[in-house]
């Protein structure tokens, strides 16, 4: 095998591994899958305390008058 021929198929080789290596870190394991569940779940939870903080105020404004 000549050197250039080792170049082209080490660097062929480097390609190869780095687009399997890009595929893999796109996908989810369920350890990421739960963590973004659970941030969901906050930022619903976040929403609906803010709503009952509103409809609370407002209750309250109108039992003043």
Do not use: F, H, V
């Not at 080490?10 to 996908?27: Q, T, V």
């Not at 350890?31 to 409809?55: L, Y």
């Amino acid at each position: 095998m000549t050197r250039d021929m080792r170049k082209t198929l080490g660097l062929a080789l480097l390609i190869a591994l780095l687009g399997a290596g890009l595929a893999a870190c796109e996908e989810q394991g369920p350890a990421e899958q739960a963590g973004e569940n659970i941030d969901e779940s906050m930022e619903e939870m976040g929403e609906g305390m803010e709503e009952m903080g509103e409809e609370l105020k407002q209750a309250a404004e109108d039992a003043q008058n």
